[in-house]
């Protein structure tokens, strides 16, 4: 089965540090990837998607994300951190579900920025 | 402010009991997406409509159901709820039927606790 792994479920950096949140999927064929961030108190936003192309996506806030087809990753990466960074990261794998493409999530990662 | 607005933003009610949990998608998207978030199973997918049509399903329960209304708003009927139910319920919407490219935007959420 079809399956999100967010190996951290908490990671702590200094503000100004760079950040990497770990993404490993388990999918038969080429995966639609996405990264979601949620905030305190809200909802998700869409941070970044890869479907195809060049495996280097750059989002918003400054965020970019590698896929990496050989070890089934899509790795979150922002070079410097800043304290309203601080937010529960989720990874996400589109998969095909009566014609719609749903969105299955990974447990999340929690992102504590020391100041 | 996604555009996506929930009602209410906080429930509180007893086992056994019915509620009804409201979603307006932004304006002109067709696509509402229910998701419950709890500690135990994650961010999970409930059910998607589009135009008033059900287009796939996740792990919703028989207790559960929804339905999305001419003017696109959509509501999610929980009964003869249980503690487990308690949940943060949040609602997405997008502009297509779910294809993989879509972008959903998701409403700040309903947190149900059932006592």
């Known amino acids: 089965a079809q399956s999100v792994t967010q190996p951290d479920i908490h990671i702590t950096v200094s503000e100004g540090a760079s950040l990497e949140l770990r993404c490993n999927y388990s999918?038969?064929?080429?995966?639609?990837l996405f990264w979601y961030v949620q905030s305190p108190g809200q909802g998700l936003q869409l941070l970044l998607k890869y479907f195809s192309g060049d495996t280097l996506v750059q989002g918003i806030k400054g965020f970019e994300a590698e896929f990496k087809r050989s070890q089934s990753s899509f790795n979150l990466r922002k070079p410097s951190v800043h304290w309203s960074d601080a937010a529960e990261y989720f990874c996400a794998v589109g998969l095909t579900s009566g014609g719609s493409y749903i969105p299955t999530f990974g447990r999340g990662t929690s992102l504590i920025v020391h100041p | 402010d996604s555009g996506v607005t929930q009602t209410p933003k906080h429930l509180i009610t007893a086992t056994g009991q019915r509620v009804t949990l409201r979603c307006s998608p932004r304006?002109?998207?067709?696509?509402v997406y229910w998701y419950q978030q709890s500690l135990d199973q994650g961010l999970q997918f409930l059910i998607h409509?589009?135009?008033?049509?059900?287009?796939a399903k996740g792990n919703i329960l028989e207790r559960f159901s929804a339905q999305q209304f001419p003017d696109l708003h959509s509501e999610l009927n929980l009964s003869s709820l249980e503690l487990g139910d308690s949940a943060l319920y949040f609602c997405?919407?997008?502009?297509?039927?779910?294809?993989?490219?879509?972008?959903?935007?998701f409403g700040p959420g309903t947190r149900l606790t059932v006592l």
């Open positions: 997405a919407s997008s502009a297509t039927p779910g294809l993989a490219t879509d972008t959903q935007y």
């Open positions: 999918y038969g064929a080429t995966p639609y």
């Open positions: 304006s002109g998207d067709l696509s």
């Open positions: 409509y589009y135009n008033g049509e059900e287009r």
